[in-house]
């Protein structure tokens, strides 16, 4: 030991300095380097379980093309209607698309053989549908049989080789989640030991300085102190170095020490920072109707905001509106499926009609400038009149007539509504008409006017309609126990009604109808999520959302985005979303009621029993629309209830509110 010092003690400070620096700088950079391969590793991992993610998606298209092109070749097969053969058109066009792209992503061998035969067979399946196609409705059921038992049967075996592929891109996704959580690991470990050799290098270079460096700056201070006192200088071991000659030397190697020291402490925190990530994978794609919905009209949102070009603006708008045309299409569909089941909830109660007909002028309003036609009220102000009925599903069935009356009007023309009472032996019967000034309709399609997806010719002229509003408004108008009809002279327009049993008119009714005013224009979603946030500068709070379809997740992800002051983590079930939030204490909570392992109804009264953790408000996000849903999650402790899809701006301000 005594050599060793004694080596050192002659060393240049320069040799010293070269010393004790390279060695935490070697540390640092052999953290880099690990800190560099490994976040390589990752990235490769996250890209190995996004690819898995696609092919899966990609998978569940092929099937999902072949299955509709069938489905819309045996509609055409047993209507004649030309319309079926759309989703066979598009099949046609996106299956090549999709199975080239599906090609491209594959990298297992075995999935490769695989998706060859599924190649092979969704080629057959395509050749059996043309053929259908090219034989037409008109040829004898005997004669397509065995065509269509054989394309049923290629569909069979399109299906097993589908879900043997899925089976094996989740074996596939697995492993890269597993080795996703090896490489996680592997960082963590890294950060552990960069920081130890760190800590060492430090200690090291502070033994060598206080041994072979310190000490004697000390003494040489001290000697410096006793030569201005004029005092005897001490002994002080000698060296053959710079010690003895410049006290400059001892000042700079002082210096170096501390900005070492501190350069080692940054580099042990960025190390840290650049070596943490957390990933979340989904695993399960919703099939429900809304669920997709969810995605387009949400990002649909989140473009439009972002777009600052007409032309893409209007895109957007496109997307929006034919997004939203096909939710109120799923919703008239579910609400027929609802009503003929006899599970549709209705509130019957005393509605005011003209408090209810100023709203749905006020909302037809927009539509009718779009094509130039004027709008006229009641014309009896004396008195309220109210209706026993459902409010909600009574304003669907007016502003269903309405839009009609719009939509089927000729240029220039008029729509006048009204309310008119009706004494009869049970008390008065109050109607409500919409008379237009169209072309009209002929006595022998007037039969046809409530049967579902009948629009008596109309897809032929460039008016968008899906034929289910006025059959879902004749059956709402009987579970609200009224009527609803039609007169109507060819050339002179329609005049339709609905008539209910009356009621006494509620408190608080206006005694008189009041004119019609223009409807307030919603601001743009970019103004109501800029008034949403909240002021920089404070910490950002957490928010968990627990949730298993990865296009619900990403839309969130990419709404919260926006909000500096929002920090999003997430869990696929329900088991995770508890665990998370024991562990991270969310400000709020966001649910989805369907999860793989356990009910969202389940997960809340779990949160509300685990003390601290589950104090936090929590809003359920569902595709499960009915009224009844929301009432029940709100009873069971729920703070709001979303529906899917979202509202951008509801959803920031349900946000907002509860955080505030």
């Known amino acids: 030991m005594g050599a060793m010092a004694s080596w050192w003690a002659d060393r240049p400070l320069r040799t010293k300095g070269l010393i004790v620096i390279a060695f935490p700088l070697a540390v640092l950079f052999g953290a880099l380097v690990s800190g560099y391969v490994i976040g390589r590793q990752t990235e490769r991992a996250q890209e190995d379980v996004q690819r898995v993610l696609q092919i899966q998606h990609d998978i569940q298209e092929v099937h999902t093309l072949l299955a509709e092109a069938a489905t819309g070749v045996r509609g055409y097969l047993l209507t004649g209607v030309d319309n079926f053969l759309d989703r066979y058109r598009v099949a046609n066009v996106e299956l090549p698309r999709t199975l080239a792209r599906l090609r491209s992503r594959i990298r297992d061998p075995e999935q490769a053989e695989r998706f060859g035969r599924l190649t092979l067979l969704s080629e057959q399946k395509r050749q059996g549908l043309a053929e259908l196609v090219k034989l037409g409705p008109s040829t004898p059921p005997p004669q397509l049989v065995p065509i269509l038992i054989s394309n049923k049967a290629l569909l069979d075996r399109l299906r097993d080789e589908i879900g043997a592929m899925l089976a094996r891109e989740m074996l596939l996704r697995q492993q890269s989640m597993g080795f996703a959580s090896e490489v996680h690991n592997r960082a963590m470990m890294a950060t552990f030991v960069a920081g130890a050799a760190g800590v060492a290098g430090a200690l090291f270079a502070v033994l060598l300085f206080s041994r072979g460096i310190v000490g004697r700056v000390q003494a040489l201070a001290d000697n410096a102190r006793r030569l201005e006192r004029g005092e005897s200088l001490l002994p002080v071991a000698g060296a053959a170095d710079e010690l003895g000659r410049l006290g400059a030397g001892m000042a700079q190697a002082s210096s170096l020490l501390a900005a070492r020291s501190a350069e080692a402490q940054r580099a042990h925190r960025e190390a840290e920072s650049a070596n943490r990530a957390k990933t979340e994978f989904l695993s399960r794609t919703s099939h429900e109707l809304r669920t997709p919905l969810n995605a387009i009209l949400g990002f649909a949102q989140v473009l439009e905001q972002d777009a600052h070009d007409p032309p893409t603006r209007q895109g957007a708008a496109q997307i929006l509106g034919a997004g939203r045309h096909l939710l109120g299409l799923i919703d008239e ?328």
């Open 333 to 660: 569909m579910l609400d027929i499926t609802r009503i003929e089941a006899g599970h549709l909830d209705l509130a019957q109660e005393a509605v005011d009609v003209h408090g209810l007909l100023r709203e749905a002028l006020a909302l037809t309003l927009p539509q009718a400038q779009r094509h130039g036609i004027v709008l006229h009220g009641p014309q009896d102000r004396h008195g309220a009149t109210a209706v026993l009925a459902d409010r909600k599903r009574l304003l669907q069935v007016t502003l269903n007539l309405l839009s009609n009356a719009v939509k089927y009007n000729r240029p220039g023309g008029s729509v006048r509504i009204g309310a008119h009472v009706h004494p009869s032996p049970d008390g008065g019967r109050v109607r409500i008409d919409v008379t237009d000034t169209g072309p009209g309709i002929p006595a022998r399609l007037q039969g046809r006017l409530f049967t579902p997806f009948d629009r008596l010719g109309a897809e032929q002229r460039p008016v968008e309609g899906s034929g289910l509003g006025l059959a879902l408004s004749k059956h709402l108008a009987d579970a609200m126990g009224g009527t609803i009809g039609v007169d109507s002279t060819p050339g002179q327009g329609s005049r339709f009604w609905i008539e209910l049993q009356a009621a006494d008119a509620p408190a608080g009714a206006p005694a008189a109808f009041q004119p019609l005013v223009q409807a307030p224009v919603q601001p743009p979603m970019q103004a109501l999520v800029q008034t949403a946030a909240q002021p920089t500068g404070q910490r950002a709070r957490t928010v968990l959302y627990i949730e298993d379809n990865s296009s619900n997740l990403a839309l969130v992800e990419t709404l919260m985005a926006r909000r500096a002051d929002l920090r999003l983590v997430s869990a696929v079930t329900g088991a995770d979303g508890l665990r998370v939030a024991r562990e991270e204490g969310p400000e709020l909570v966001l649910l989805d009621l369907h999860l793989p392992d356990m009910t969202g109804e389940e997960v809340l009264a779990r949160l509300r029993a685990s003390g601290a953790a589950g104090q936090a408000p929590v809003v359920v996000l569902s595709a499960d629309a009915l009224p009844s849903t929301a009432e029940r999650v709100r009873a069971a402790g729920a703070d709001d209830f979303l529906s899917k899809p979202l509202n951008v701006a509801a959803f920031f301000s349900t946000l907002d509110r509860l955080l505030a």
